[in-house]
């Protein structure tokens, strides 16, 4: 099996009926870029940028983050990068901004509700990835976005800080996206308005699980309702699939649930543009793809959508893409 995956480095991510799609990496530093590219990955589809952030004494300077993301942006010469804004708070605390204990930390003061009312913190990440921009493909998102006035509040503040660099004579990309992560249930549900004013989606499916079936994604107790498979998920991410291609936009998947043998299939079906993953299931995913049709798959969505219970989406999609 190794050797078959070996072989496909190089390959394009292209289905049996030659369809094409993206197989990306998720990157925690820079340091990750070399298993991206010793995988064959053909971009970042999320560089979660809170790493720069922890594990130090005080927050990173414009300049150090800077080199970090100029770094990543040069070493993917031109393939896509998707860099995360800081998506800090629920399982990721930061011990210098001393905040205050919450009794549901997943639901509480975090990512994009932390950035925009500490937006200090939040400009000198959007400055270094903006001066950073001319370096390579970037793509800016963010994270943990419930309503369409925080995305527009948030645009609005980069919009500002590019203005400012300008005004300084400092160079900025001129073909920045800027998109939004769906993880929240209500942002599923709302695709349609927010694929009007976001470049791209990209699903958070550790969070959207965790938040549609209300399980902690990290309580043992709860596991089994972590249902990645469960037709509500399903038809939130074919929401947000269909809502993004009516606008002629791109969604791609950033969560566990992208790199998923079982779940592969079926997003392949649903129409998936891009699939992020740990960069060492990129070439299992990539082997995969290339054994399955894409029409055929997106022949089973009516059904696979409309089914009952998970178990029965796992059984079908298993006897249809031949997996045991
Ligand atoms: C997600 O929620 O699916 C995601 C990719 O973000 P994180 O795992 O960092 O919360
Ligand atoms: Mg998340």
């Known amino acids: 099996k190794k050797e078959e995956w ?40 999320l560089y979660r940028t809170e790493f720069l952030y922890m594990g130090k004494s005080q927050l990173p300077t414009e300049e150090e983050q800077y080199e970090a993301y100029k770094t990543v942006l040069e070493k993917m010469e031109d393939k896509p990068v998707v860099v995360r804004t800081l998506d800090i708070g629920g399982d990721k605390e930061l011990d210098y901004l001393d905040l205050p204990e919450e009794m549901n930390p997943f639901l509480g003061y975090r990512a994009i509700r932390l950035c925009l009312e500490r937006d200090d913190i939040f400009r000198t990440q959007l400055r270094a990835l903006l001066r950073a921009s001319t370096f390579g493909n970037l793509k800016i998102m963010f994270p943990m976005i419930a309503t369409l006035e925080e995305f527009r509040q948030a645009k609005a503040i980069l919009e500002e800080e590019k203005a400012n660099l300008l005004s300084e004579g400092k160079e900025v990309s001129e073909t920045i996206e800027v998109g939004i992560m769906v993880e929240i249930p209500s942002t599923a549900v709302m695709a349609k308005q927010f694929a009007k004013e976001v470049d791209f989606f990209s699903i958070g499916t550790n969070d959207l699980i965790q938040y549609t079936m209300a399980a902690d994604r990290m309580n043992e107790r709860v596991s089994y309702l972590y249902q990645p498979y469960n037709p509500a998920i ?91």
């Not at 369809?19 to 970042?44: F, K, R, S």
């Not at 947000?240 to 592969?264: F, L, P, Q, R, Y």
């Not at 399955?292 to 079908?316: D, H, Q, R």
Request: proline residues 3%; hydrophobic residues 40%; contains cysteine.
């Open 6 to 45: 070996a072989k496909m480095k190089n390959e394009p991510s292209v289905s049996a009926d030659g369809e094409h799609v993206e197989l990306v990496a998720n990157i925690g530093t820079p340091e990750d870029i070399a298993g991206v590219q010793n995988n064959g990955g053909e971009g970042v589809g």
């Open 234 to 324: 399903l038809n939130l991410i074919n929401n947000v699939i269909e809502a993004s291609h009516a606008e002629g936009k791109w969604t791609g998947m950033c969560g566990e649930m992208a790199g998923d043998e079982i779940a592969i299939p079926i997003l392949l079906g649903l129409g998936l543009d891009e699939f992020s993953m740990s960069a060492t299931s990129i070439l299992p995913a990539r082997t995969q793809i290339s054994s399955l049709s894409k029409e055929e798959m997106a022949s089973y969505k009516g059904e696979i959508l409309s089914m009952n219970t998970a178990e029965e989406v796992v059984e079908f999609v298993k006897a249809k893409a031949a997996l045991q």
